[in-house]
């Protein structure tokens, strides 16, 4: 599993509820129906399964954080640690749905093999994730601070931002058909600011570079600062680059 991928659940909460708030029109895309059985992957704390619930579908979530799989029990609902790389169902969903996640599986191959065999004939894969250019000013910031620190930086930034094209062509080859797939351009508020997305979203990555904890804080506020001429609005307000992939697909009957 994605070593960077480390969450705090409560800091999330605080800092990074606009992604579950931002993920609604994913669930109305997906329009679950009630009696469907549905494989929430990637879930996290629960906020948008709660929402699948709410429809009347019968729901998993899976998620590789314990930390953030507590809160979702807490919430009520059935959710099991799973790597979405290595998933094992069997033709057991009517649905499969997926918010802000597939991003930090860093093998696409696998997580498409995975969700074509979980889902029934006939059934449908909705989500969106991280495209093309996501957050690249973000992601430049922190790459820049961490060199200028001489702490070793992952070439790869520890997270997979497609461009449709190369998203069509993975899932076309795992069998799934009616695929469609676009970019949208999302400037999203930052509320904690860069810093805060940064101790939120870039944790791990820092774990994984070497940064030890106590100066993580720190390392987040300078990387804030290098990004602010780019992303600080007039009014002190932060928006960031965000570039979401949204798609459908289904599996042939």
Known sequence: MNRASVWNPADYASKAAFVPALGKPVVDLLAPVAGERILDLGCGDGVLTEALVAAGASVLGVDASAEMLAVARGRGLDVAQADGQALGFEAEFDAVFSNA?????????????????????????????????????????????????????????????????????????????????????RPTPLPAGAAGWYTTFRAGFMDTSGVPEDEQAAVAKAAEARVAASLRQPDGRWIADYVRLRFTMRKPL
Request: proline share 5%; with cysteine; glycine share 12%.
């Open 101 to 185: 996640a597939l991003h930090w599986m860093l093998d696409a191959d696998k997580v498409a093999r995975g969700v074509f065999a979980a889902l029934k004939p006939g059934g449908r894969f909705v989500g969106e994730m991280g495209g093309a250019g996501n957050v690249a000013t973000l992601r430049a910031g922190i790459r820049a601070e961490l060199e200028a620190r001489g702490y070793p930086v992952d070439a790869g930034d520890s997270i997979w931002c497609p461009a449709p094209e190369v998203f069509s062509a993975i899932y076309a080859a795992a069998g799934f058909v009616d695929i469609e797939a676009r970019l949208i351009d």
